[in-house]
C-alpha cells in the first residue's frame, strides 16, 4: 500500500514492501512528513547492501524499524502504541531487533533506551549511514545509539530503494535541517542546522527517475527555499564563500530551474515553503515552466501578528499578504494550502479573529489545521505557559476547520467546466472503474479509466467536485505525454 503524506499531517503509516537484497527480513514503518519516508527510502538501501529484504510481516521480521516523528505528542503517542504491538510480537519471536529512527529517537536519545526496553537501537535522522556498525553491536549483546547530527549530511551519494512505489510519482530530498528557530517547533533540534545538497547529484537523481520510468518529482525539504548551495558548506557559512562561489551558486530557484529544463516532460512539485525565504524569483520559475506544478504549500501559523511575533515567525501578516498577492498576480490559477496552529500560548479571541480574517483573505484550497500541543525543550515550552484551555482550543479550531470547509469548497466549484490536465496515478479508493490522479494545482481528479493507464498525462473536463475531490469526464490526452 503507499500513502503519500503531507509535511505536517500526523498518524499515517507506510509498510514498505520490496525485495531488496538476501537473507534476512526487514520490517519498517514511518510517521509524520514526507521527509521521513524519503530517509525510510534510505535507509533500506543501506540495509540492502547488508542483505536485508523487506516485508510485510512484522512477524516475519529479524529487524523492525519505526521512523518517528516528534512534531506534536499524538505522533508520540502512536509510536509508543505501536511499539507495544512490537514487544507483544517479540515475546513470540525473541530473536527480532527493534529499532527507532527519526526526530523522536534524536529527541529522546538514549532515554528511550530506559523508557522502551524493548528498543535495542536508537538512531537519529543524520547516522543512517552508521546503521550496519549499530547492528553489529546489538548483534553483540549490546545496545546501540547514534544521534549524533550532522553539519554535513544530506546522503546525496545514496540512490534511495524506492519502496512499493508507484513507479509514477517519488520524493527527492534536497534540504536537510533548519535554521528557523519558531519557538513551537522541534525540528532544529532534531534535524539540526540546515544544509543544501549538491544539485548535480539531484539532477542526476531525477534523471534516473525519468529512465525508470517516473512523471513526478517533489523536491523535499523542510525549508526548501533556504537551499543555497556554493560548492558545500552551511547557508550561514556563505558570508565567508568566495567572490566566485557567490557568482556561482545555485539557490531555490536557479535549482528549479535546472529540475524543469533537465526533465522538461517530469512534472514538479515542491514543500515546504517558508514565507520569509519564499522569493519572487521563485514564483517567476514558477511562471515560466509549465512542469512546475502551480500549487505552494505556505505555512502561516497564525493570523496575529502579536503571535506570529511569539512564535517567532519572521513574517507579518502584511508580508504574508503581499506574498499571497504576488503569487495571485504572476500565477492567477495557483493552489496555496496553510499549517495552522490555534490555542498557541497567550492567544485571545482578537488573535483568533485575525487568524480567520487571514483565512477569508486568502481562500485556501485545503490546510492542516491542529491545536497547540508543547513539545519539550522548545523555547515555547521553556519560555510560555500553555494557558489556553482545552476547550477553548478545541472550539477555535473547529472555526478554523469549518471555514477551511467552505473555502475549500468555494475552490474546487471554481475548477468546474475547465479541461485540466491529470497524471494518472491509481484506482479510485471508491470505484474500480475509475482512476484516480492529481491536477496542477494538488487537487484529487477522478474520471471513468476508458483505456487510460497509470503514468498517462490525461485532459480531463471537471463536471463536478466535493470540497476535496474533483470529478469529471477525459477528453483526450495531453500533449505532454
Known amino acids: 500500500m503507499e500513502k503519500i503524506i503531507d509535511e505536517n499531517k500526523q498518524g499515517e503509516t507506510l509498510i514498505l514492501d520490496k525485495k531488496v537484497g538476501n ?4 520490517f519498517i514503518e514511518s510517521y509524520g512528513c514526507q521527509m521521513n519516508f524519503s530517509d525510510s527510502e534510505i535507509v533500506a ?4 547492501d547488508q542483505g536485508y529484504n523487506t516485508t510485510q510481516s512484522l512477524e516475519d521480521a529479524d529487524l523492525v524499524l519505526v521512523n518517528t516523528c516528534s512534531i506534536r505528542d499524538k505522533a508520540e503517542q502512536t509510536v509508543r502504541k505501536r511499539l507495544a504491538k512490537y514487544n507483544a510480537v517479540k515475546q513470540i519471536n525473541p530473536k527480532m531487533k527493534v529499532g527507532v529512527l527519526g526526530c523522536m529517537a534524536e529527541r529522546l536519545k538514549s532515554k528511550f533506551l530506559e523508557e522502551e526496553k524493548i528498543v535495542d537501537l536508537v538512531v537519529g535522522p543524520d547516522a543512517y549511514k552508521d546503521l550496519p556498525n ?5 548483534e553483540d549483546g549490546r545496545d546501540a545509539i547514534n544521534v549524533i547530527l550532522s553539519k554535513e549530511e544530506t546522503y546525496g551519494d545514496i540512490a534511495p530503494v524506492r519502496l512499493n ?8 530530498s534536497i534540504t536537510r535541517g533548519c535554521d528557523n528557530m519558531c519557538t513551537f517547533c522541534v525540528v532544529p533540534f532534531t534535524r539540526g542546522r540546515e544544509r543544501s545538497r549538491d544539485p548535480q547529484s539531484i539532477i542526476e537523481e531525477i534523471n534516473d527517475l525519468w529512465s525508470k520510468g517516473f512523471k513526478e518529482v517533489t523536491l523535499l525539504g523542510q525549508n526548501v527555499d533556504s537551499f543555497l548551495w556554493y560548492g558545500g558548506g552551511l547557508k550561514k557559512d556563505f558570508t565567508k564563500a568566495s567572490d566566485l562561489q557567490k557568482a556561482t551558486a545555485v539557490d531555490f530557484s536557479k535549482l528549479l530551474d535546472m529540475c524543469a529544463k533537465a526533465q522538461p516532460k517530469m512534472r514538479y512539485r515542491f514543500s515546504t515553503s517558508n514565507p520569509q525565504d519564499l522569493t519572487l524569483d521563485v514564483i517567476r520559475t514558477m511562471a515560466k515552466h509549465d512542469n512546475i506544478c502551480n500549487y505552494i504549500h505556505l505555512p502561516v501559523q497564525s493570523g496575529s501578528n502579536r503571535i506570529l511575533k511569539e512564535m517567532n515567525r519572521l ?16 500565477i492567477p490559477d495557483c493552489s496555496i494550502s496553510q499549517d495552522m496552529i490555534t490555542g498557541f500560548p497567550t492567544e485571545t479571541e482578537e488573535d483568533h479573529q485575525d487568524t480567520l480574517s487571514l483565512m477569508e483573505y486568502v481562500k485556501y484550497d485545503f490546510g492542516f489545521m491542529f491545536a497547540y500541543s508543547e513539545r519539550p525543550g522548545t523555547m515555547a515550552a521553556r519560555k510560555l505557559e500553555d494557558d489556553v484551555p482545552a476547550d477553548v482550543k478545541k472550539r477555535r479550531l473547529n472555526d478554523i476547520i469549518q471555514l477551511q470547509q467552505i473555502h475549500a469548497l468555494e475552490r ?3 475548477h468546474i467546466g475547465k479541461v485540466e490536465e491529470v497524471l494518472v496515478e491509481k484506482t479510485s479508493k471508491r470505484s474500480d472503474a475509475h482512476w484516480s490522479g492529481r491536477n496542477s494545482q494538488n487537487t484529487v481528479v477522478v474520471f471513468p479509466k ?13 463536471i463536478d ?8 469526464e477525459a477528453v483526450a490526452y495531453s500533449k505532454n505525454n
Open 23 to 26: 537473507g534476512k527480513k526487514l
Open 45 to 48: 538501501s543501506i540495509l540492502a
Open 134 to 138: 549499530l547492528l553489529a553491536e546489538v
Open 165 to 172: 512505489s508507484n513507479g509514477i510519482t517519488a520524493f527527492v
Open 315 to 330: 513574517h507579518t501578516r502584511e508580508e504574508y499578504f503581499e506574498l499571497i498577492d504576488n503569487i495571485k498576480t504572476l
Open 412 to 414: 474546487t466549484q471554481a
Open 450 to 462: 476508458e483505456n487510460y493507464k497509470p503514468g498517462e498525462f490525461v485532459d480531463v473536463k471537471i
Open 465 to 472: 467536485c466535493t470540497s476535496a475531490t474533483l470529478m469529471g
